[in-house]
C-alpha cells in the first residue's frame, strides 16, 4: 500500500505558535519608531491602540534636502525586508531585491529608500502577535481592525522621524499600491509621485470573495482558538489554517498556463497499485511548499487583520467616491498593469489611470505582458523596472 | 459595537453529521440497482467494494426496441435528481430541470433519460456514508479511492438493469462530461452519442490544485475526525469544513466580471463606527449561503472521494495518451464550451474535439457566449438546450 494515506505535515520540526518576529529576536536590518504611548492611535474602524511601534528599513543615505527618499510599500505577506539578504532577523531575502540596491531601479547610490511593516503585520510593527500595553499579553483576538488608511498613517509617523517631508515618490505593488495611493489621496503635499502596480482603487467583490474564503480556513484550523493561541507549544499553532489561506491565495496569483506548463499531470507521490486520496501531484507539493514555507514565517491574526484591510480599501469610502477620492491627488501617478493578472486586472489600474486622466491629472499607465500573473510584481522584475525608472527619473528631475 | 463579531453560523439549526441520504430516509424518486454481493467490485485504484448499490432516476418510457435512452451523469456535488421538484428525499429541485421534460431538450415524450448518483456519492449510491457489510459501520476513511471509469462502471450496471445495451447518448457537464467521454472510450459500442459539456480530457494543474485546498479545508476541521464521524451530534459534523471547500469551488465557478455586477463591494452587515473582521460583504453573504447550502445536503467524505475523481480523471491513463484512448470512441463526439469559463477553459473542450477530428471521428463543437462562467453549463439552459437538441435529434434519425 502507497504511502502517504494522510495529508502531507507541515513540517519535520514543529513551528513556533506564531511565525511573528518578538522582540528579542535578532533585530536584523530593522529600526524602529515608537509614537507616544500617552497619545491614542485612534483607527479609521473604531479601535484604538497606543504605543504603536512600526519596524522599517532604510538602503541609502538621505541628502542634505530630503528630497530624495522614496517610500516602498509591501504587499499581504510582505514586510519591511524589502532588499537583501535572508539571515538572523529576516526569514527571507528582500522581496524586492532585484529592484533595491545601486544601479538598480530604485538605485541607492541616488535615493534614500524606505519600506515599513504595515500596522498590523508579524515583523516588528505592532500587531496581533504584539504584547498590548494595558494586559501585558498579546493582543491576539482584541487587536483591532486596520485599514490601509491607519497603515499610511504609521507610514507617516516614520517620515516624520527620518526627517522627510515629502516622498520623492511612493511605489507599491498589490496591497503595496493601495498604500501608494493612500498617501497620494491623504497626504498630497508629502508626495512627488505615486506609483501603483497591479493594485485596484477598491477591492471587487472576487477579491473580497477570495479574501473571505483564506480567512476561513484559518478560523476553521481548531489551533487558531479564536484568535489566542500564543501559548502554544511548538507545534500547536494555527499553522494548517494559514498554510491552507497560502494555498488558495496562491492559486490566485499565478495562472493556469504556468501551472499547466510547469506541472501539468506529474505526480509527486506517484500512483501505484492503491490510490490514496493523499497522493500528491507535483502541483499540490509546491502549494505544500508555499503554505509550510509562510507558515514558519507568518502570523495567522497577521493574516486575519491585513487581508481584511484589503478588503476593506476602497480609496472613495467616506470621500464621496473615487473621482473626489482621485481629485485630491496632486503628484503625477503611474499605474502599471500586467496582462495575464486575473487578481488584479488591468481594468482596475486603467481605471485609476483613466480617472486621475479625466480630472487632468498628470497620468501614466505601463501595461507588461507576462505569463506569471498577479505575482509578476514581484517576479518580473526586469520589466517593471523597465517601466518604473523612467516615471522616477522625470519625478528626479522635477520634469512632472 | 457591531455585530457580528464572528464568523457567522451555518445555521440556526445543527445540521445531522452528514447530509448524506440514508436507507430509511423517504426514497423519493429513486431506484435502486445493488451488484451482485458475492462478487467484488475492483476498483481502478486497487479498493475493492461488495453489495454497490446505485440509486438513479428515469423520466420519460424506454421504447420497444430500447433505443431511446440518453444517460445524463452529474458533477461533482450533484446526484440523480436531475430533473423534478425538491420534496420528500430530494432537497433541491433537478439540478437540469430546465433541460429534462416533455418538450424540453432531453424530451421526456421522446427519450427515456436515466441519472445515477455517481460511486463514491451521498444519495443513495454506495459511498463513504454506506454500511460496509464487511463491518455493519459507516466505511468512513475506510472508503476506497474511485475513478471516473469506476463510476462509469457501475453506470454500465444500471444499463444492464433496464435493459439498455446502447445509449442514444451519454450527456453531461463538467464531471459529468468526463463521465460521457469515459463512456465513449470504455463501451464504444454501447454508446450512440457522446456529448462533453465544460470538461476536459484530464484534470490540469490548476484544477487539481483547487480540489486540494478544497480536500484540505475539509481535512482541517476537527469535526471531520479522520474520516470517521457519522456517529456526531447534530451539529458537530465536518459541516463548516464542507462548506469553506464550496466557498473557494464557487469563487472558481463563476467570474470577476459577474461578481462585480452583482455584488460590487455592497455590504450585508454595515460597516458602522467599529470595524469587525466578520462584518460581511454580500458576496460573502452569498458565498455562506452556498456553503450552508451544501452542507445541508451533502456529505464531506463523498466530497473528497469524489474531487479526488475528477483529479485522476485523465482520459489516455494507461491507454498510451489521449489519441488512443479517443481513437476507441466510434460515437459522434459534441462538445461544448462556455466562452467565460476559467475553471475548465474552452481550450479543454477544443482539444477533445480537435484530436476526434485528426483522428478521423465525428465531431461538433459550439462554444456559447456567457457571462457565467463555468456554471454557465447549468444556468444557461437556452443556450445549452440550443446547442445539444440539434445533436440529439441527428443521432435519433441516424443522420450521425
Not at 490601509?148 to 515618490?169: C, F, K, S, Y
Not at 484550523?221 to 507549544?233: F, K, N, V
Not at 476593506?312 to 467616491?321: A, I
Amino acid at each position: 500500500m502507497t504511502e502517504p494515506t494522510r495529508r502531507a505535515p507541515l513540517s519535520a520540526d514543529p513551528l513556533p505558535a506564531s511565525g511573528a518576529w518578538r522582540p528579542g529576536d535578532p533585530v536584523g536590518d530593522r529600526r524602529f519608531v515608537t509614537l507616544p504611548p500617552e497619545r491614542a492611535f485612534v483607527l479609521e474602524g473604531g479601535g484604538v491602540l497606543r504605543g504603536v511601534t512600526v519596524a522599517y528599513e532604510t538602503w541609502g543615505e538621505l541628502d542634505a534636502d530630503a528630497a530624495n527618499a522614496v517610500l516602498v510599500c509591501h504587499a499581504l505577506t510582505g514586510d519591511s525586508h524589502a532588499a537583501g539578504r535572508s539571515g538572523p532577523g529576516h526569514p527571507t531575502e528582500g522581496w524586492w531585491d532585484a529592484l533595491i540596491g545601486p544601479g538598480r531601479a530604485l538605485d541607492t547610490d541616488r535615493w534614500f529608500v524606505v519600506c515599513a511593516n504595515v500596522l498590523g503585520g508579524c515583523q516588528g510593527t505592532t500587531g496581533p502577535a504584539s504584547t498590548d500595553p494595558a494586559t501585558g499579553r498579546p493582543y491576539g483576538s482584541s487587536f483591532p481592525v486596520v485599514t490601509i488608511r491607519d497603515m499610511v498613517r504609521t507610514q507617516a509617523a516614520v517620515a516624520d522621524e527620518l526627517g522627510v517631508e515629502r516622498w520623492l515618490a511612493v511605489v507599491g505593488g498589490s496591497m503595496g499600491g493601495m498604500q501608494s495611493l493612500e498617501w497620494g489621496v491623504m497626504y498630497p503635499e508629502r508626495v512627488g509621485g505615486v506609483a501603483a502596480i497591479a493594485t485596484t482603487p477598491a477591492a471587487s467583490a472576487q477579491q473580497i470573495a477570495l479574501s473571505s474564503v483564506q480567512r476561513s480556513a484559518i478560523v476553521l484550523d481548531p489551533r487558531w482558538r479564536g484568535g489566542d493561541y500564543y501559548d502554544a507549544e511548538p507545534g500547536d499553532g494555527p499553522h494548517m489554517g494559514l498554510a491552507v489561506a497560502r494555498e488558495a491565495a496562491q492559486i490566485s496569483y499565478r495562472t493556469e498556463a504556468v501551472f499547466n506548463e510547469r506541472f501539468g499531470r506529474k505526480e509527486l507521490d506517484p500512483l501505484d497499485d492503491r490510490y490514496t486520496l493523499w497522493q500528491r501531484f507535483d502541483v499540490e507539493g509546491y502549494l505544500d511548499y508555499h503554505g509550510a514555507k509562510l507558515a514558519r514565517r507568518f502570523d495567522a491574526n497577521s493574516y486575519l487583520v491585513i487581508n481584511r484591510a484589503m478588503d476593506l480599501h476602497d480609496l472613495g469610502r467616506g470621500r464621496g467616491g473615487l473621482e473626489r477620492a482621485l481629485a485630491r491627488v496632486t503628484a503625477p501617478v503611474f499605474t502599471l498593469a500586467i496582462d495575464s493578472d486575473t487578481l488584479y486586472p488591468p481594468y482596475q489600474q486603467q481605471l485609476i489611470h483613466e480617472t486621475v486622466r479625466s480630472l487632468g491629472g498628470d497620468a501614466t499607465h505601463v501595461e507588461i505582458s507576462s505569463p506569471d500573473g498577479h505575482d509578476a510584481f514581484l517576479l518580473e522584475t526586469e520589466a517593471v523596472a523597465g517601466a518604473l525608472v523612467p516615471f522616477l527619473n522625470q519625478l528626479e528631475k522635477g520634469d512632472r
